[in-house]
């Protein structure tokens, strides 16, 4: 079975540094889009970076200039460096990836969830 593992959430004060790492294992066949969401209490889940599979990406507009999204295609991970974190950063933060194993095509899959908190 294909999995997505979060790691590196916690606890930081504002304008401080976290980076999230997020470890896909299982039957791969190649790993396309990798995405990071995010959710903040009582608000939908909304998407905050997407890298392509050849290293394109892109943001959201409140964390431009703050967060990088990278991968690394030989250890099957995508990480979220987030800079000058604010309060509203605050969220349970998801890993996401489109995922073709050897006998299904392309299909999304999801991260357990991760806590990120920006004490002010």
């Known amino acids: 079975q294909v999995q997505l593992v979060e790691s590196g959430g916690g606890l930081v004060q504002a304008g401080g540094s976290l980076r999230l790492s997020c470890a896909a294992s299982?039957?791969?066949?190649?790993?396309?889009?990798m995405r990071w969401y995010r959710q903040a209490p009582g608000k939908q889940r909304e998407l905050v970076a997407t890298?392509?599979?050849?290293?394109?990406?892109n943001y959201a507009d409140s964390v431009k200039g703050r967060f990088t999204i990278s991968r690394d295609n030989a250890k099957q991970m995508v990480s979220l460096q987030m800079n000058s974190l604010k309060p509203e950063d605050t969220a349970v933060y998801y890993c996401?990836?489109?995922?073709?194993?050897?006998?299904?095509?392309?299909?999304?899959?999801w991260g357990q969830g991760i806590q990120v908190t920006v004490s002010s």
């Open positions: 299982g039957s791969i066949f190649r790993i396309n889009a």
């Open positions: 996401n990836a489109d995922i073709e194993t050897a006998i299904f095509r392309p299909r999304e899959y």
């Open positions: 890298i392509t599979s050849v290293g394109i990406s």
